[in-house]
């Protein structure tokens, strides 16, 4: 199952999980209400013993509403005290930066934006600190890919050292790089209103690496359609850290991450990479 089949699955299940509550919630208020209305008149008149089932039914029905949910506004997300928590699913992508440049479209470890996923899965949680002034944290995972532009790039771990080169004999369908973080963020964040709310934020985010591997699709010099998978480290670092950066308003928010440790370790013999990652929050 791959990483976006997983999220799928994840969110469906939160889907089905609030559906199910909403549902066992109304249950609840039509058998509250029942009780606290048993002796009422038209509960004895649904249950007189000439009435039908269906009969019965259109009474209470009647009689019966459940209690609207309270419309969404901002105070749920940057409550006025106290901390409100929620889970928040990241979308976006990725790419890197040399020498505080992205690399030249002619470099074997250039990237394809389009190709280049950033998915993360989060438990956030939003503190007031002070007037408009709240603490954004939380923990999660993500999901980065870095796919190259050129199909045929490959990885060499060689000792101490990481290069990249072409594989000439083959035509290439897909060369990519994925790596897996548990992450932590602080971000003090300024909220100007309470409704539909226009906020920023900027702070620091954490992460510790618990997946890599590398992956080509290509059709060999025979024209047989070819998939490899490598598991390693690759030499890339354990732990980052970087800024964050957060604007939204209302329900939709972006976020963007600027990673301060390099992709590799300081003491390999690799390109010097600085990933950053943007998108949307849901």
């Known amino acids: 199952m791959n990483t976006s089949t997983k999220l799928t699955v994840v969110l469906l299940l939160v889907v089905v999980s609030i559906t199910s509550l909403k549902a066992q919630d109304g249950l609840l208020q039509q058998k509250n209400w029942l009780a606290a209305n048993s002796s009422s008149d038209l509960l004895k008149a649904s249950y007189a013993s000439n009435t039908s089932w269906e009969e019965k039914q259109a009474m209470v029905s009647e009689e019966w509403q459940p209690t609207p949910a309270p419309a969404p506004h901002i105070d749920k997300y940057y409550p006025r005290r106290g901390t409100d928590n929620f889970i928040n699913v990241y979308v976006g992508l990725n790419n890197y930066l040399e020498d505080d440049k992205i690399p030249s479209s002619n470099s074997l470890y250039s990237l394809d934006p389009i190709n280049s ?30 796919g190259y532009q050129n199909t045929r790039t490959r990885i060499d771990k060689g000792d101490n050292s990481i290069t990249f080169y072409e594989e000439m004999d083959i035509s290439g369908r897909k060369s990519k790089m994925t790596v897996s973080y548990l992450n932590v963020h602080m971000v003090p964040t300024f909220s100007f209103g309470r409704y539909r709310s226009f906020r920023v934020g900027f702070g620091m985010f954490a992460g510790y690496r618990i997946y890599s591997q590398v992956k080509y699709k290509y059709d060999d010099v025979d024209g047989n359609k070819q998939k490899d998978k490598y598991k390693d480290n690759y030499y890339i670092n354990q732990f980052r850290y970087g800024f964050r950066g957060t604007i939204g308003w209302d329900f939709f928010d972006l976020f963007f991450n600027y990673e301060i440790t390099e992709l590799f370790e300081d003491d390999v013999t690799a390109p010097r990479l600085n990933p950053i990652s943007f998108g949307v929050i849901f």
Request: aromatic share 26%.
């Open 117 to 146: 996923w950033y998915l993360g899965l989060n438990l956030d949680n939003v503190t007031h600190v002070l007037g408009p002034l709240y603490l954004d944290w939380g923990f999660g995972f993500s999901w980065q890919e870095y």
